[in-house]
């Protein structure tokens, strides 16, 4: 069965989630665009989530998105819709293609409702039970022919394919978030895999425009293989520094450092509060579980949600407060685990300290948003890291430190087989982190 | 073509800001303000200057297509909301698409000659940033033919049509060379706009226009042969200013070194329907022109300052072809070697034109004639150049080229 014709029948299940909602929007858009081009087929997504709550959410998410893209892509709306009489005007055609968005999805909380499709998503939440229940009772409902894309992060896709009985017809397949804009898909091929479905998997991405990497079956894969490692690394530098700093210093100044002198989109912990600090665990147990890696474990995080600390974020996209408070998504305090509160951040007073302990920034013309387009990009982080190379404030040398240990980690998993070349490692970090340059580089 | 009949002249000018994409203040996300709050602004700016607001006979207001943006109709009665001296008057709306504002003139204009008013205020108005552009596209291709033109039409209706003419004069003309102008004129107006703290460009900080303004087009997302900076804006703005006889300045209080006469107009259509005969050449355009100048009885050469409705950079260079500033295909070179700057042989569109200064559509006519004025009449402040000669004339242009005004105006 080519693709066009599994993507007749398709099924999300944990749809409503953060990762199930975007990949239910790329699927619905694209096969949206399917039927306009096929008008004789017939196309259904169903969409499968445990609450009603979450369905009308991602309805509604669905219908806003629609929106946008029918305005975006006007042009190719005009050109699908050139025999249509009955719609002559731009809002016409927008209107139209969002109740064709919605026309062909079916939304529901049985896995019954995946019972015809050809292709099935997963994406629940990351917990070996939790996926294995799932696609043990997708097994017995669905088809002998049905292929399975399992949005796993970090448990290997061999051990569910084997504890479900999917063996051959699952294949690991990990958006990043948001799905809809990250354009970076994780591809893990179990040792057993139709040759069928892996052509699928890859004409897919081309379909969705999206960049496949491929990595090793291996806990964590190539990005959380790597985030957790960077994720402890901020956490070890935390610790290292408190004791002489205070502990709301150190986080204030280790996330800064990773941000601003690092050029990334986020700093660590506002990054670990955008995942969750419960996934944050979660995916350290897996992988602990999965592979013998007992350092891969962080008594701050357990502390933080044993205090009832997760960060995550509400449905309708908002940052829920972690090691951070958020005010219009900028971090505004700290939580401190000790006095079991946040603590503000002081511009005259604690956060001035920090900036002064730090240094200055070695050119505050840098940025990770000055960067992202510039055509000298490469050029200006070079000359860019010679100055954090030379500089012998306390921010440079913690920003050197991080780009080792990030460098270390992403060695590490081209050592460990977990990708085939350092360019993987590098790509996942640029596509799917969005950062500006790979952590594989001779810039330091 | 008849000489006037008697004098008539242009006073008391105001525009409002132009609002939308580009000002600091602006926010597509908060309620804005609508029709009434243009209006108000511009027709109070305007009876602020004289004696007695009482002393206004007649109003026209000039507006496009308030019945979509705004769900709007019966505006010559909205005109009333703006002072009590123009209630229980009469008072028109007149609408001609882009060149709307040259038809509210127009139209003032007959009325003073006429003789049943000696004042008549008009004001131009448009409120378009109700709607995301790919909405407005639809709404501005009403400017077009639309029963038999809108269907198999860009998304992008207008810019498309003049997209195809800028490809039509590339092939004709050369690519590169045009490409290079359109650049200039956008750089030209931008930097125009900068000295003008109503425009919509006031704030712009861009280091490089002439890169910018290079930008190569995106035929997915837009049009084969524009970019988004060749393009003038979506803009929420009011023009206003008062057509007067002699009798009717003096009443007003205003001395004949405040206004600008009307030394003579062309007002020309052609057929909606009919595609333009030359995609390289502003026939109606050029016809107005001819109108405007015979009448007023002077040659180009004695016009020190232009208003020129570039709604795309390639308008702009086929507006001064139009203009007789440069021949056919030349049109490029004069834009290039800074003939249309402010220390040019032609100054153009001073206060930043339809690109810099913003392009609230049905306003745009008036609005020129008030900045013609204003440089005439040396009250242009920052962006004041010394007028070498005694002519202002402007090109108020509807749709693609179909229904248009040129006016040239003596201080």
Redesign the interface.
Known sequence: MELSERLRNVAVVGAAGKMGSGISLLLAEQIAFAALEDKAGTYVLSLIDISDEGLLGLLRYLRAQALKTA??Q?????RLYADR?DL????EM?AEFVHEVMLHVRTGKTLDLAKDAHLVFEAAFEKDELKIDIFRKLADVCGQSTFFLTNTSAIPINFLAKESGLEGRILGYHFYNPPAVQKLVELITPTQCSPRLSALAAELATRLGKTIVPAHDIAGFIGNGHFMRDGLHGIGEVERLSGDVGFVQAVWAVDRVSRDWLLRPMGIFQLIDYVGIDVFQLILSVMRRHIPAPELHSDLIDLYLELGVKGGQTSSGAQKDGFFRYEKGKPVAVYDPDRRQYVACEPEGWCAQVEAMLGAHPDTTMSWKALGRDRDKDAKLRAYFSRVKQSDTLGCDLARRYAAASRAAAERLVAMGVATRPEDVNSVLTLGFFHLYGPINDYL | MKALRKPVYLAAGANTVSMGTGRKEFDPRKTRPGLEHYINEAVRAVLAQVSNADLVDEGVIANFMAARFNRQGNLASLLAAAHPALRYKPMVRVEGACGTGGLGLVTAIKTVLAELADVVLVVGVEVQNTV?A??G??IL?GAGHYASQ??GG??YFFPAKFSDRAGAYFTRYGGERTRKAMAAWYANAIGNARLNPLAQEYHNTTPDLVKVGMSKPN???FTEHLNLFDCSKVSDGAAALLVCSEEGLAKLGLGRDAAVQVAGYGQVVDDLVQAPPDLTTLTTSRKAVEGALGQAGIDVSEVGVFEVHDCFTITGILAVEALGLAQPGEGPDLVSAGGIGRGGAYPTNTSGGLIGYGHPTGASGVRMAVDLWKQLVGRAEGFQIPVAKPYGLLISMGGDDRTVVSMALRR
Do not use: T
Not at chain 1, 88 to 91: I, K, L, M, Q, S
């Open positions: 305005e975006k006007i042009n190719r709306l005009r009489a002559v005007e731009n809002g927008v | 995301k790919v909405y596209a639809d291709a809108r269907k860009h998304a035929p997915e997302s």
